[in-house]
Each structure stands twice: as C-alpha cells, then as structure tokens.
C-alpha cells in the first residue's frame, strides 16, 4: 500500500502540470443565502454553513464573513433569508468588495435532494457559473451533495488543478504528506493531502487516496464521504466504490455497503474483497446461503484469500458440517499460521468432532499466540 501511494502521488504531480487556472487570484468571494423549496429554512442556511466551511481557508481567496454580508444587507434594505435578485447580489458583492458573489437553492422532491447555485462576476454583472448537485438519500446526504458542489466551485475559481507558483507548492505539500506517511504519522499526513485537494478539487485519486488515510484512521465516516466524491468525479473508479462500501460496511451500514459493493464488483469483477463484504453484509442481515456464495465467489477470484477461509469456515462450524468445517479451516491455517481466530475454530472443530488430539496440537500454538482463547479452547477440551 505505501508503494502503490507512492507511484500514484507523483503520477497526479506530474498529471496535474498542464492544468489551467479558470480565474485571477487573489479574490474576494461572498456566500448568500440558499432558498429552502420543500425544504426547512435551516436546512438552506445549514448548506450555506457547510459550503462556507468547506471554501474556508483556501489561500487563493478570501471569503467575506456571513455577519458582514448581513449587515451591509440591513443596510440596503435587502432580505437575505433566501436568494436575492441579481442586482442586490450585485449591489451587496460590490459594496464588500466582493469579485464573485455565490448563491442557490435547496429542492425537495420526494427522496431526492438537489442543491443548486450560480457563481456571478460582481464587477461584469453576469453569471459566470452554473453548478447542480444531487442527492436521492434525502437530508442524510446533503452533506456529500454540498462538498460536491464545492468542488465545483472551487474548480471555477481557482481552476481544476495548479499552475505556475501554486505547483511549486503543490509539490512541497507531497513532500510533506509522503514524509509524514512513511513515519506512520498518518494524522499530520492527511492535512497535506487535504490541501493537495483544495488545489485540484475534482481529482477522484487524491480524493481516493484521501479516503484511505481516513479510513486507515479508522475514521470511516470521512473515509465514506471521500470515497463517494471520487466515484462523483470517476464513476468507473472501482476500487473508491469498494472503499465506500467498506467504510460504511465498518459503520454497520450492511444494506447500503452492499449496493456500493456491488458496483466495484460490477466494474472489477475479477476483485475478491468486494465478494468477501458483501458475504459479511449478507452473513450480518441473516442471509446464510448468500453469504456462502459470496465468500465462495472470494476464493475462486483469489484462492489465497485467507479471510474468506476463516468466514466459510466459521459458518460451517456454526451448521455443525464439522469435516468439511475442518478443511476449509486447516486451508485457512495453511495460510497464515498466525492467525488466532482461524487456529481457534479449527481446534473447536476438531474438539466437537472427537479429535482431541488434533485441538490439543492447535491449543499449544494458541498458548503462544493468543492465552484468551487458548483458555477458551482448553475449557472446551476439559
């Protein structure tokens, strides 16, 4: 993993070379109002409050504070409890010396929730922008709607991907995220990353190298959003539509781990991981002879794949076909001999099955790697 990072960081360094800035930096920008159709107020000022904190701090531009915006807006005797007319935004983004002024609108429709928003030039009174982004999963995914959405716009302001003195410091945030990676202090390593991201927004590998440091983390949530925004911007990106899955599969979010599960199998059919969490989400919702299937579907995409040995092997256990219990778990151990879990299950198995002598052989080995479980095992053996 650490080398497969490696070569991908420098090949989007190297990719990202003849990227073209969209517009002149430095610049103001100012952030109105959402209007709310079939939805709450606060869920269009809650986007407004998302999008402001996901544009913060970028270095290109600088954002003009929401409570100035509503003071300069009393003032004009103008409402900004929703989108104003194009020449209040004007009028509003000239007087706090705005260059951009953006604004849109939250739309219910059933399940589906679409953001949309116009980026407009200040000083040319135009619309420059147009962005839309969409959501079937109601409120819950407004979150992820809202950071695609500002990737848009960032891409617009700043543009799709460094030039000129900005690569010098793309280059030196690589520098850094790579170092602090190959110390294992992944924490520090995720803020360079990060800021590699503010300056090509819609590039789906640092989006997806992104999602693993997080996930490496074990911060699954942030790991599960990174990886959708890279399907987002390369829906053919199988192994981000498997890290999603994962990531929600780690969250216990069986049924919709599946259908992102799904999808990399769909793209990468010839991968095992998929098949193997999709098993454990099917094991987990009670659906026996799916997960069979699909931890047999593992091994046959990789008859290396020890954890889909120690999985089948556990269900067999569990139905009591103790033989063939036995041989899926000694291929497990054959595997990796230093696995307690597998080493554990195939001494019951071969307890329950009246070969004391053969738990007894996997009981001195646990002694050493694993005295919870050896005690477990004895007990059982008494």
Known sequence: ???????????VAVGLLFGTAAFSAPMTVAIGDFNARGASYSVGQSVVEMLYSRLAGNRAFRLVERGQLDQVARQQRITMSGMVSQESAVEIGRIVGAKYYVQGAVSHFGVLTILTARLMDVERRTVVAAYQSMTDEGEKGVNLAVRTLAADVLSSLTGPAPTGSAMDDYRSYLYEAMAFYNQGDYGRSIRYWDKMVEMSPKNPTLRFIVAAM??????????????????????????????????????????????????????????????????????????????????SLAISKDPGYQGAYVAMGQMLLEAAQLDLARKVLARAVELDGTDPGARFLLGTAMALDGDDEGARGQLETLRVLDRGLAEKLEELLR
Not at 1 to 11: D, P
Not at 271 to 285: M, S, W
């Open 1 to 11: 993993m650490r080398f497969f990072l490696h070569i991908v960081s420098v090949a």
């Open 214 to 295: 997080y996930y490496s983390r074990e911060r699954f949530r942030d790991a599960e959003l990174s990886a959708k925004e890279a399907v987002v911007f390369d829906p053919g990106f199988a192994e981000a539509w498997l890290l999603a899955g994962k990531s929600l599969f780690m969250r216990g979010k069986d049924y919709e781990a599946t259908d992102y599960l799904e999808k990399a199998v769909d793209l990468r059919p010839e991968l095992a991981e998929p098949y193997f969490l999709i098993g454990q989400a099917y094991k987990n919702r009670g659906r026996l002879e799916d997960a069979m299937e699909y931890f």
